[in-house]
């Protein structure tokens, strides 16, 4: 599988959540935008002291307040997915990959590759 087109499990979002958290928080200048209440370095430093190879998504969901830092949205069909395909960074849920290999006729609507 190319590595443009990979598997993205629930675990490498949490892997990777202090860092699209950076992302999204501090500007280029090294200042941190607020996060709600908490400045975004502080909850940046929560995340970071995290063990992020054990740590639970609800652990997570309940620091950040949603969902949105340890699910993926589908391209495709725009439901928050677990896991995914990630194609060059845009995901596809598992369903919405399956239902155009069936589109694409690669394989059996009813299950069984051909
Ligand atoms: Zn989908």
């Known amino acids: 599988m190319s ?3 990979k598997l993205v499990t629930e675990r490498d979002v949490i892997k990777s959540v202090a860092e ?3 992302d999204q928080y501090q ?8 996060a709600g209440v908490t400045p975004g370095n502080e909850v940046y430093a929560i995340l970071r ?3 992020l190879e054990t740590t639970t998504a609800a652990k997570i ?9 340890t699910t993926r949205e ?3 069909c725009l439901m928050s997915v677990k896991t995914c395909i990630s ?8 369903p919405c990959v399956r239902k155009g290999a069936v589109a694409a006729g690669i394989i059996d609507p009813n299950g069984g590759a051909e």
């Open 61 to 69: 969901n309940s620091l950040l307040g949603n969902d949105s830092w």
């Open 49 to 51: 002291s995290l063990d």
């Open 74 to 76: 589908c391209l495709s």
């Open 27 to 34: 500007f280029d200048d090294g200042r941190w935008a607020s």
């Open 3 to 5: 590595k443009r087109i």
């Open 87 to 94: 194609f060059n960074g845009r995901h596809i849920c598992i």
């Open 20 to 22: 699209r958290w950076k």
